[in-house]
């Protein structure tokens, strides 16, 4: 059974992710969480649906069995850059859904960044998944041209997380 912490914590990171759904069972208990998105001129709307498990111990918080949050957040429109050509470039993806780190720890430099030299063995950063640190490596001999994700972001499976100009 999920605490009630564990059960904010999947809240935000789906509410943080690309997923519209999730759905977590386990001896009886059922969580679900949808996401929907409404198109809304200047603003963008996301609704997440949590269906809360009836269990004793849980039915003394909770009143109802669903609850409902909803969150309104405004966006500038803008313009979208306009794209280098990176049809030359490798992308490093990330290989599972999890955080990214740009280093082993808070304190210490970052692995790369922007005009770093790597070979196809160089660790380049960290992806964390279900409290597992997973080193992920250039695959390729290059120059880093521009780190894509931001330390502490979560990515999902395949996003690229670096562009390398391979040597």
Known sequence: ???????????????QSSIDEFVYENEGSKIQMKKSVAPVIGAVQSVVHTEVPTVPAIQAVQAAPVATVQETKQE???????????????????PMVGTFYASPSPDTDVYVKAGSKVSKDSIVCIVEAMKLFNEIEAEVNGEIVEVLAK??????????LFLVKPE
């Open 1 to 15: 059974m999920l605490k009630v912490q564990e059960i904010r914590e999947l809240i935000k990171l789906v509410d």
């Open 76 to 94: 500038p429109v803008t313009e979208a850059p306009v794209q280098a050509d990176t049809s030359n470039l490798h992308k490093i993806t990330s």
């Open 151 to 160: 330390n502490g972001q979560l990515v999902e499976y395949g996003q690229p």
